[in-house]
């Protein structure tokens, strides 16, 4: 199914910019593998994981072609919902899309939540917190600059963080955020 959701993609990339015209010949691996490397961190697997501005399907999509586990997908841009609604339906992905900005969403909260390229870590545990169950695990894959975001959330933010290397990008991080906790201004 991944290859299936792979050439949609690319169809769909000549009227909507889900991904940059020069990622169109490495699709698999700056994309679709930077997806898959989550998977063994997902361990065990939850019974259900949100994704925060997903995008083009990634990583929320690939992850559920690949593990089964259910995802909601969140993402505001109605024209990529679109694409995620007929990738859903061609895949037979076990997602539901919910074409809201993350701040709006009214979801359960979920074991896991994951995001890509979406923003600062501050700002990423801002929107996650609210919707990660307790004991659940965050996985954000970030670029050159997480040490520096990382230190940055420390001043306002309490958590147990994993940072692992990329296989994708010999620059880029996994971080897996357990326990975040905001810290209150001392008085």
Same mark, same amino acid.
């Given at each position: 199914?991944?290859?299936?959701?792979?050439?949609?993609?690319?169809?769909?990339?000549?009227?909507?910019?889900?991904?940059?015209?020069?990622?169109?010949?490495?699709?698999?691996?700056?994309?679709?593998?930077?997806?898959?490397?989550?998977?063994?961190?997902?361990?065990?697997?939850?019974?259900? %994981?949100?994704?925060?501005?997903?995008? %083009?399907?990634?990583?929320?999509?690939?992850?559920?072609? %690949?593990?089964?586990?259910?995802? *909601?997908?969140?993402?505001?841009?109605? +024209?990529?919902?679109?694409? $995620?609604?007929?990738?859903?339906?061609?895949?037979?992905?076990? @997602?539901?899309?919910?074409?809201? +900005?993350?701040?709006?969403?009214?979801?359960?909260?979920?074991?896991?939540?994951?995001?890509?390229?979406?923003?600062?870590?501050?700002?990423?545990?801002?929107?996650?917190?609210?919707?990660?169950?307790?004991?659940?695990?965050?996985?954000? $894959?970030?670029?050159?600059?997480?040490?520096?975001?990382?230190?940055?959330?420390?001043?306002?933010?309490?958590?147990?963080? *994993?940072?692992?290397?990329?296989?994708?990008?010999?620059?880029?991080?996994? $971080?897996?955020?357990?326990?975040?906790?905001? @810290?209150?201004?001392?008085?």
């Amino acid at each position: 199914m991944l290859h299936h959701f792979a050439s949609l993609l690319l169809r769909w990339n000549r009227t909507i910019n889900l991904i940059s015209r020069s990622d169109e010949q490495h699709v698999w691996t700056r994309h679709i593998d930077d997806s898959l490397q989550l998977i063994p961190l997902m361990k065990p697997l939850p019974s259900r %994981a949100i994704d925060l501005g997903t995008g %083009a399907g990634f990583p929320g999509l690939v992850l559920a072609l %690949a593990t089964g586990v259910h995802f *909601d997908l969140i993402e505001a841009d109605q +024209r990529k919902c679109a694409f $995620l609604r007929e990738a859903a339906r061609v895949t037979g992905a076990p @997602v539901q899309i919910h074409p809201v +900005r993350i701040e709006t969403a009214t979801l359960p909260p979920a074991p896991l939540v994951c995001a890509r390229a979406l923003a600062p870590i501050p700002r990423l545990l801002e929107m996650a917190a609210p919707l990660l169950t307790a004991g659940g695990q965050c996985l954000f $894959l970030k670029g050159a600059n997480a040490g520096a975001e990382l230190t940055h959330a420390g001043a306002e933010w309490q958590m147990q963080v *994993d940072r692992i290397g990329s296989r994708t990008d010999p620059r880029a991080f996994i $971080l897996r955020i357990c326990n975040p906790t905001r @810290v209150l201004p001392s008085a």
